[in-house]
């Protein structure tokens, strides 16, 4: 498992834009597939965003397609979420997460995860 620890969340107008980072410790952040989800008060947490290992696909709920974009940086482990065009109903804590190559199930399910951030909270005011 590795460690991971968010950042880059705070408060934003609608309109707006943040980019959210998750730092991941150890040296194998390379072989994980990393996710976005996030939680609103009351609510389920929900898939966001997912990366595969090497980049080279990724995956957006509907909800946040064409505003959000997931990249990373393996040199850096680290993880990022570009979030444009911000609204209301954004408004969350946004969890990263990591999952093992070899894991079993739809990287947009957040069963297949097994380690989790603490979390950082986006504020979108109207």
């Known amino acids: 498992q590795v460690q991971l620890v968010e950042s880059g969340g705070g408060l934003v107008q609608a309109g707006g834009s943040l980019r959210l980072s998750c730092a991941a410790s150890?040296?194998?952040?390379?072989?994980?597939?990393m996710g976005w989800f996030r939680q609103a008060p009351g609510k389920e947490r929900e898939f966001v965003a997912t990366i595969t290992w090497n980049g080279g696909s990724t995956y957006y709920a509907d909800s946040v397609k064409g505003r959000f974009s997931i990249s990373r940086d393996n040199a850096k482990n680290t993880v990022y979420l570009q979030m444009n065009s911000l609204s209301p109903e954004d408004t969350a804590v946004y969890y990263c997460?990591?999952?093992?190559?070899?894991?079993?199930?739809?990287?947009?399910?957040?069963?297949?995860?097994?380690?989790w951030g603490q979390g950082t909270q986006v504020t979108v005011s109207s």
């Open positions: 150890g040296r194998t952040f390379g072989y994980y597939h």
């Open positions: 997460a990591s999952a093992p190559l070899g894991h079993s199930g739809s990287l947009l399910h957040r069963t297949v995860y097994d380690s």
